[in-house]
């Protein structure tokens, strides 16, 4: 029962976090454009649903530091995965072409900003800048 609420509303609970998505993207813009951080691209012929917010940092330690300022302004930022072929199952069951370069980076240096209905952007906004500038 709660799960099919959620579903009834999905299309407006899809738009709302759009629209902090689009908040997020807007707000960081000159912050890419100085060459602090990448910004996440949606190749324009597909549609994305904004559940998530993240950034791309130069590399792992500027992403560390990055996590640790945003934790002692109490805003709880994460790194988003460990690659399939680093995991215990991957070492295990997987295989791997090549070195895995580009994943292994993206991984280091991607940050994911808190993204939820009811939170304070405006603070987490705050201080992304203030950390860059």
Same mark, same amino acid.
């Given at each position: ?5 959620q579903?009834?509303?999905?299309e ?12 997020y993207?807007?707000?960081f813009?000159?912050?890419e ?10 190749p ?7 559940h998530m917010?993240y !950034?791309l940092l130069k590399?792992i $330690?500027?992403?560390?530091?990055? #996590?640790? @300022? ?5 805003i ?11 995991s215990l ?12 370069e ?14 939820? !209905?009811?939170?304070d952007?405006a $603070?987490v906004?705050?201080e992304v #800048?203030? @950390?860059?500038?």
């Amino acid at each position: 029962a709660f799960l099919w609420a959620q579903l009834e509303e999905a299309e407006s609970i899809t738009a709302r976090y759009l629209k902090l998505w689009d908040i997020y993207h807007e707000a960081f813009e000159l912050l890419e454009q100085s060459g602090h951080l990448r910004r996440p691209i949606v190749p324009s012929d597909c549609k994305q649903q904004g559940h998530m917010y993240y !950034l791309l940092l130069k590399n792992i $330690k500027d992403r560390t530091l990055f #996590i640790e @300022y945003m934790e002692h302004k109490g805003i709880n930022c994460v790194f988003h995965y460990v690659p399939l072929h680093s995991s215990l199952a991957g070492k295990k069951y997987g295989r791997i072409n090549g070195n895995m370069e580009v994943t292994n980076g993206v991984s280091n240096r991607l940050v994911r900003l808190p993204l939820w !209905l009811g939170m304070d952007q405006a $603070k987490v906004i705050e201080e992304v #800048i203030t @950390y860059f500038s």
